[in-house]
């Protein structure tokens, strides 16, 4: 933020300074890019544990939600911080990637100019990328962050089967706990770093007008939408089906049956097989259609 | 579980440290902003012991983003290098314009002598109109022996010769039939400045302005200099105009396969006839900027533009050559010797020029009538009398230079 300049003639610019020309500036961002990256695939392994142990049953069921929500809000931060490079590496895929919302009938125009800021990605597009990730998005994460843990200690901590079910009754107390975390952080911490010094996060020379883009690949973990619009209809494909995974995820726990209490929080309860296995077939398939993504 | 914090902890270390030694291993940036775009840029980080490329052209003016293009402020030599203008060589035709030109640059006006790009786009050099409209017409592909074609489309700006079209269309091989024009296309094109070179050693040779005026040491494509001149010597010019000759047994053009060390008996057409003064000087002491590089019009052969004869510089027997005395301390003449210092030419100096008015700004006559000659790439003086005035047995109405090669032609 020091460095970094939301104007289309200078953003690749700025992002040059700061990888190569501020002290420890390349380190930052790399570290800055892993940690966003990873924080998709943490969060997509923490929905999966979460579907996968039945934990989202009964009254842990809005929490889910809340999870879910935040995973969305991860991705359109990921999505928004990719697109502040302005380099060529972004180009298409910010081009395509608003162009999806302008397919959607009748509020679609409406929706591209209040995202854009215009009818054409530009200055005032940029800015409000700029907005939304260092500040919208930000408050937004923060709230529903915090609600989110907030609700799991309302709702009894993680999700474990009554204390009679158990044979051991007992939980790790609070030191434990932090113990447990700072080695989580130290550990993640040592892979970011090693990840950062070992790949760099991506850099683009500036948008040239008149170019055809260099990179036409969206940003991996929308690969699959973008394997998905090879098939046909921008609107069905690229928007309606997306969404329609997002929807199947968030009435789960609503629809299917859940998993029993005394199978709370272990692994593949029989009570939600039905869940497991709708999220295997679409898990399966997004990963398919990100590695045909990535050839 | 403390075992685990130790290591986790002592590993977080090793990599903190490995990011410090490696942030301190990284090249300290070297910054230079020219005077000419005020835009800091960092390219000497890494190319701080390339030489200057002219002494018309100082880094700290120009710098090497206002030419070659790329990214000023990368350190990553894939990220720098990646939209850098023609590659290594920024003057190719393709991306001259933005390079080169400029009004400030080489794109200004005719009548200041700062056209050279339009110029250059239109000469024969480069659009090869000539022959293509020859072999065309020979194989009775078009009914007139004019130009409509070039290597590439260009379209002339600065016509002055009403006899001379207006454009050329990009010849396209593939709309053509006959198997001689197919195969004209096929070996014939390569070597005219708008075209790719073919690969390989003998046929090598930059595109563009780099094409002439950075000559690399025996046409050596190995050996690329950091270098523009206007001090070209002949083994320049050779690498295109001495790669070989056309075998009409065979209806193959047969390349040298050697590096021509005599200029006498290696060079050139065998047929051909050559007073000493042809092959000892350098190509560019006689042929002028026109004739080399064009003058604005679209000619259909090198006769309309090539124009130098003996008489030039020599006279006839009832004329002494054409000169003139510089007044002008901005006279072309003199900025051009300051491009290339090799003779002290001041106001007041008299020098020749050509039928055409192009100063010979290294040819300057002598008190004793007698003239002086500084080669443009060696330095060497010569010193030479006029016609006028000797035994010369010469007709009147004989002027042209062959007529001057039936005495005075070496033997070979």
């Keep these: 933020?020091?460095?970094?300049?939301?104007?289309?003639?200078?953003?690749?610019?700025?992002?040059?300074?700061?990888?190569?020309?501020?002290?420890?500036?390349?380190?930052?961002?790399?570290?800055?890019?892993?940690?966003?990256?990873?924080?998709?695939?943490?969060?997509?392994?923490?929905?999966?544990?979460?579907?996968?142990?039945?934990?989202?049953?009964?009254?842990?069921?809005?929490?889910?939600?809340?999870?879910?929500?935040?995973?969305?809000?991860?991705?359109?931060?990921?999505?928004?911080?990719?697109?502040?490079?302005?380099?060529?590496?972004?180009?298409?895929?910010?081009?395509?990637?608003?162009?999806?919302?302008?397919?959607?009938?009748?509020?679609?125009?409406?929706?591209?100019?209040?995202?854009?800021?215009?009818?054409?990605?530009?200055?005032?597009?940029?800015?409000?990328?700029?907005?939304?990730?260092?500040?919208?998005?930000?408050?937004?994460?923060?709230?529903?962050?915090?609600?989110?843990?907030?609700?799991?200690?309302?709702?009894?901590?993680?999700?474990?089967?009554?204390?009679?079910?158990?044979?051991?009754?007992?939980?790790?107390?609070?030191?434990?706990?932090?113990?447990?975390?700072?080695?989580?952080?130290?550990?993640?911490?040592?892979?970011?770093?090693v990840l950062a010094l070992i790949k760099p996060a991506p850099i683009s020379a500036p948008i040239q007008e008149g170019l055809t883009a260099v990179d036409g690949r969206a940003p991996w973990f929308f690969l699959w939408v973008q394997q998905l619009l090879r098939w046909g209809d921008p609107f069905l494909w690229g928007v309606l089906v997306p969404l329609g995974v997002l929807a199947w995820l968030a009435v789960l726990p609503y629809l299917l049956p859940e998993s029993k209490p005394e199978e709370a929080g272990r692994w593949f309860p029989r009570g939600n097989r039905a869940a497991q296995v709708s999220v295997t077939i679409l898990g399966t398939a997004i990963l398919v259609l990100t590695l045909l993504g990535l050839r | 579980m403390k075992l685990a914090t130790v290591f986790a902890s002592a590993a977080m270390l090793v990599a903190l440290v490995a990011s410090w030694i490696i942030q301190d291993r990284q090249p300290k940036p070297v910054a230079l902003t020219p005077t000419f775009t005020g835009q800091v840029e960092y390219c000497l980080t890494c190319h701080a012991d390339l030489a200057q490329i002219s002494t018309s052209h100082p880094v700290e003016t120009f710098g090497c983003v206002s030419c070659h293009g790329g990214e000023r402020l990368a350190l990553d030599a894939d990220l720098a290098h990646s939209t850098m203008r023609g590659g290594a060589n920024?003057?190719?035709?393709?991306?001259?314009?933005?390079?080169?030109?400029?009004?400030?640059?080489?794109?200004?006006?005719?009548?200041?002598?700062?056209?050279?790009?339009?110029?250059?786009?239109?000469?024969?050099?480069?659009?090869?109109?000539?022959?293509?409209?020859?072999?065309?017409?020979?194989?009775?592909?078009?009914?007139?022996?004019?130009?409509?074609?070039?290597?590439?489309?260009?379209?002339?700006?600065?016509?002055?010769?009403?006899?001379?079209?207006?454009?050329?269309?990009?010849?396209?091989?593939?709309?053509?039939?006959?198997?001689?024009?197919?195969?004209?296309?096929?070996?014939?094109?390569?070597?005219?400045?708008?075209?790719?070179?073919?690969?390989?050693?003998?046929?090598?040779?930059?595109?563009?302005?780099?094409?002439?005026?950075?000559?690399?040491?025996?046409?050596?494509?190995?050996?690329?200099?950091?270098?523009?001149?206007?001090?070209?010597?002949y083994t320049q010019c050779n690498t295109c105009h001495n790669r070989g000759n056309y075998d009409l047994r065979s209806m193959t053009f047969q390349t040298r396969s050697d590096l021509a060390t005599d200029r006498l008996h290696d060079y050139y057409q065998p047929i051909a006839q050559f007073t000493r003064c042809e092959y000892t000087l350098d190509c560019v002491d006689c042929h002028t900027r026109q004739e080399a590089m064009g003058d604005g019009n679209i000619y259909s052969k090198k006769k309309d533009i090539q124009y130098i004869q003996c008489k030039t510089c020599h006279g006839t027997l009832a004329e002494l050559p054409k000169t003139t005395t510089i007044t002008d301390p901005n006279d072309l003449a003199l900025r051009q010797a300051f491009l290339n210092p090799v003779i002290d030419l001041k106001v007041g100096d008299t020098i020749l020029v050509t039928d055409k008015d192009e100063p010979l700004w290294n040819i300057r006559q002598l008190p004793d009538g007698a003239y002086e000659m500084i080669g443009k790439a060696t330095g060497q003086r010569f010193t030479f009398r006029p016609v006028k005035g000797t035994a010369c047995q010469q007709k009147v109405d004989q002027q042209e230079s062959r007529y001057c090669h039936e005495c005075h032609a070496v033997q070979r």
């Design chain 2, 90 to 233: 920024p003057s190719d035709l393709a991306a001259v314009e933005e390079s080169c030109g400029g009004a400030d640059c080489h794109n200004g006006l005719a009548q200041d002598h700062r056209d050279h790009i339009q110029r250059v786009q239109t000469s024969l050099q480069t659009t090869y109109a000539g022959a293509i409209a020859q072999m065309r017409y020979t194989f009775g592909a078009q009914a007139d022996l004019a130009a409509h074609y070039g290597v590439q489309a260009v379209e002339t700006q600065e016509k002055t010769n009403p006899n001379t079209p207006d454009a050329l269309l990009a010849f396209d091989p593939s709309k053509e039939t006959a198997p001689g024009i197919l195969k004209f296309a096929e070996n014939c094109l390569t070597c005219h400045l708008e075209a790719e070179p073919l690969p390989g050693a003998q046929t090598y040779r930059f595109t563009g302005c780099a094409a002439c005026h950075t000559p690399t040491p025996g046409g050596d494509p190995e050996q690329i200099v950091h270098r523009l001149t206007t001090a070209i010597p």
């Design chain 1, 1 to 193: 933020m020091f460095y970094y300049n939301p104007n289309p003639d200078l953003a690749a610019l700025s992002i040059q300074t700061i990888t190569f020309l501020v002290p420890f500036g390349g380190l930052l961002r790399s570290l800055h890019y892993w940690a966003a990256q990873l924080l998709i695939v943490t969060a997509t392994v923490h929905l999966l544990r979460v579907i996968f142990t039945g934990a989202y049953a009964r009254k842990r069921r809005f929490n889910y939600l809340l999870g879910i929500l935040l995973l969305v809000v991860c991705l359109i931060f990921d999505f928004s911080g990719y697109v502040l490079r302005w380099d060529e590496g972004i180009r298409w895929a910010l081009v395509v990637g608003t162009n999806l919302i302008r397919s959607i009938p009748l509020i679609g125009p409406t929706l591209y100019i209040m995202l854009m800021g215009g009818v054409q990605p530009g200055l005032a597009s940029l800015l409000r990328f700029y907005a939304w990730h260092i500040f919208g998005l930000t408050i937004v994460l923060l709230i529903i962050g915090a609600w989110h843990l907030f609700r799991v200690r309302r709702d009894g901590g993680i999700a474990v089967p009554p204390p009679e079910l158990r044979p051991d009754p007992a939980r790790i107390n609070r030191f434990e706990l932090v113990r447990r975390e700072v080695l989580a952080m130290l550990i993640s911490g040592v892979v970011l770093v």
